[in-house]
């Protein structure tokens, strides 16, 4: 079964880090753009960051302002997303995708979906 698992969500005060895990079983990610959207009820799913496969190139959203870095551990086939100084508007739904084209901030262009992680940012 090809498949994405997301981990690391939690509660987390405002200022706060978090590190998303996005580990792939059923297909190796070597050649997989890896991106994190996120979602709050009512808006559209927004790009977060990604990660390219051909030359390790990364992208971020203009919100995430140096705050957050991708990266990615072919090893372990599992990517992650390292969240730091946090602030309550940071609250989603957080998704890996994965995708053998490139990276997109459209979701339609991601093969693959984990199944989300909630982020909550509160004191």
């Given at each position: 079964?090809?498949?994405?698992?997301?981990?690391?969500g939690?509660?987390?005060?405002?200022?706060?880090?978090?590190?998303?895990?996005?580990?792939?079983s059923?297909?190796?990610?070597?050649?997989?753009?890896?991106?994190w959207?996120?979602?709050?009820?009512?808006?559209?799913?927004?790009?977060?960051?990604?990660?390219?496969?051909?030359?390790?190139?990364?992208?971020?959203?203009?919100?995430?302002?140096?705050?957050?870095?991708?990266?990615?551990?072919?090893?372990?086939?599992?990517?992650?997303?390292?969240?730091?100084?946090?602030?309550?508007?940071?609250?989603?739904?957080?998704?890996?995708?994965?995708?053998?084209?490139?990276?997109?901030?459209?979701?339609?262009?991601?093969?693959?979906?984990?199944?989300?992680?909630?982020?909550?940012?509160?004191?």
């Amino acid at each position: 079964q090809l498949q994405l698992v997301e981990s690391g969500g939690g509660l987390v005060q405002p200022g706060g880090s978090l590190r998303l895990s996005c580990a792939a079983s059923g297909f190796t990610l070597d050649y997989y753009a890896i991106a994190w959207f996120r979602q709050v009820p009512g808006k559209e799913r927004e790009g977060v960051s990604c990660i390219s496969y051909r030359d390790g190139s990364t992208y971020y959203g203009d919100f995430v302002k140096g705050r957050f870095i991708i990266s990615r551990d072919n090893a372990k086939n599992t990517a992650y997303l390292q969240m730091n100084s946090l602030q309550p508007e940071d609250t989603a739904v957080y998704y890996c995708a994965a995708s053998q084209v490139k990276c997109s901030w459209y979701p339609a262009g991601y093969d693959y979906w984990g199944q989300g992680t909630q982020v909550t940012v509160s004191s």
